[in-house]
């Protein structure tokens, strides 16, 4: 079974930064994609942003310019970096990774910005 877990999430103010991480049980090459969703109170979860095997990444328009997704393959995790976040950044942000056979979810991890 693959696991997947999340990690820094936390409270910050308006403005401000943060960075999740999200590592894996299996060799990070073995998922063809890992992506960032969220998701606020009475909201569906959405896609924040994604970046592939090749290192190709995309964002939702919302936090472009401000987040950032990387990858540490030596680690088996990816990262988001978060700047000039704002309050309705708020939500439980959730890890993902695709493979050829599998979609494999984490706990997901509490970002709140506030005012």
């Known amino acids: 079974q693959v696991q997947v877990v999340e990690s820094g999430g936390g409270l910050v103010q308006s403005g401000g930064s943060l960075r999740l991480s999200c590592t894996t049980s299996?060799?990070?090459?073995?998922?063809?994609?890992m992506g960032w969703y969220r998701q606020a109170p009475g909201k569906q979860r959405e896609l924040v942003a994604f970046i592939t095997s090749r290192g190709d990444t995309d964002y939702v328009d919302s936090v472009k310019g401000r987040f950032s997704i990387s990858r540490d393959n030596a680690k088996n995790t990816i990262y988001l970096q978060m700047n000039s976040l704002k309050p309705e950044d708020t939500a439980v942000y959730y890890c993902r990774g695709n493979t050829n056979s599998g979609v494999y979810w984490g706990q997901g991890t509490q970002v709140t910005v506030s005012t």
């Open positions: 299996i060799n990070i090459f073995s998922l063809n994609v």
